[in-house]
């Protein structure tokens, strides 16, 4: 058999399909569809069934999906064996996913924890939308995954949520759109140019909510995935911004705004997924515990634990 061949089917098994599959492999629909006619001819019988306009595993399919998720997981294993070898070396890699719509700064200030180990640790971060980075975590290629939202009900993934911490949000603004706004907040918002996170992005849709609620419309002049790409937007005036308010005076400082106000009406709320249900990685350990007992921690905590240091 060739496995390559299984990789292919498996990818198309998982994502749903052979679009999504050949963009997650950088391969041509063709090429993808060519390699699964030749697992199916290798096995003599046929894998998939078209449904609709996409793709249902037939039985034979879901059998050989069963076993390819074993030995892709067993390779994976294997791979983790290796790496944690005493031949080795004592350097410790952690592999992080980190979901497009967690703030970079957020991210940053989660994962610093796991490079204050006393063994060195090398980090290897990924970037990408919270379904594939799941789908990347069930393969054990990932150690843990950053999400502003828990595991979706719709992906098929045995993984477990440990949340983080939650926290308001705040509005911050250039001063060139300070200076044009003589209302107080939040009525400031109403009519002002924003720059609005990703409307299927749990933090956006509160956001909506709680501005319809109260009757503003502000002017939307941007609607981006990328948290930095809105802060860089929002430092050149381009319009109002939102970020998390444990980080009100991080954000202030880095990119010369101001906070206009907040609210802890519209949360945003984090967790660590990974496919232990019992925290045992000291990466993973190190990054629960400084969240809990500092980044979120209720503010007269995070005193008490400054002056106790």
């Known amino acids: 058999m060739n496995y390559k061949h299984l990789h292919y089917f498996f990818q198309v098994a998982r994502l749903g399909g052979v679009a999504r599959a050949s963009e997650h492999l950088h391969l041509s629909p063709q090429t993808i569809s060519g390699q699964i006619q030749a697992l199916e001819e290798a096995l003599g019988t046929p894998l998939f069934t078209k449904s609709g306009r996409g793709l249902a595993l037939t039985e034979a399919g879901r059998m050989v999906l069963g076993y390819a998720e074993a030995i892709f997981s067993i390779g994976a294993e294997l791979e983790e064996a290796v790496r944690e070898h005493p031949g080795r070396g004592k350097l410790l890699e952690f592999r992080v996913g980190v979901a497009d719509a967690v703030p970079k700064t957020i991210a940053c200030r989660l994962i610093e924890p796991a490079t204050q180990l006393p063994e060195p640790v090398r980090i290897v971060c990924r970037e990408w939308k919270l379904d594939m980075l799941l789908g990347e975590l069930a393969l054990h290629r990932l150690d843990l995954v950053i999400a502003d939202a828990p595991i979706p009900t719709a992906v098929s993934v045995r993984a477990f949520n440990h949340p983080l911490g939650s926290c308001g ?94 609210t802890p009406e519209v949360v945003e709320t984090f967790f660590a997924i990974s496919v232990e249900r019992r925290i045992t990685h000291p990466c993973v350990t190190a990054i629960t515990e400084a969240a809990r007992n500092e980044l979120f921690a209720p503010p007269a905590r995070r005193r008490a634990r400054r002056a106790a240091a």
């Open 169 to 262: 949000i705040s509005f911050f603004a250039a001063p060139s759109l300070l200076a044009s706004s003589g209302r107080r907040f939040p009525a400031c918002l109403d009519g002002a140019p924003m720059l609005m996170p990703a409307e299927e992005s749990a933090v956006g849709q509160r956001l909506r909510v709680w501005l319809q609620a109260r009757s503003l419309r502000p002017r939307v002049v941007a609607e981006c995935d990328d948290s930095a790409l809105v802060k860089e937007f929002g430092r050149r005036g381009m319009g109002v911004f939102i970020g998390p308010t444990v980080l009100e005076r991080d954000i202030e400082k880095q990119y010369g705004v101001r906070a206009l106000g907040a």
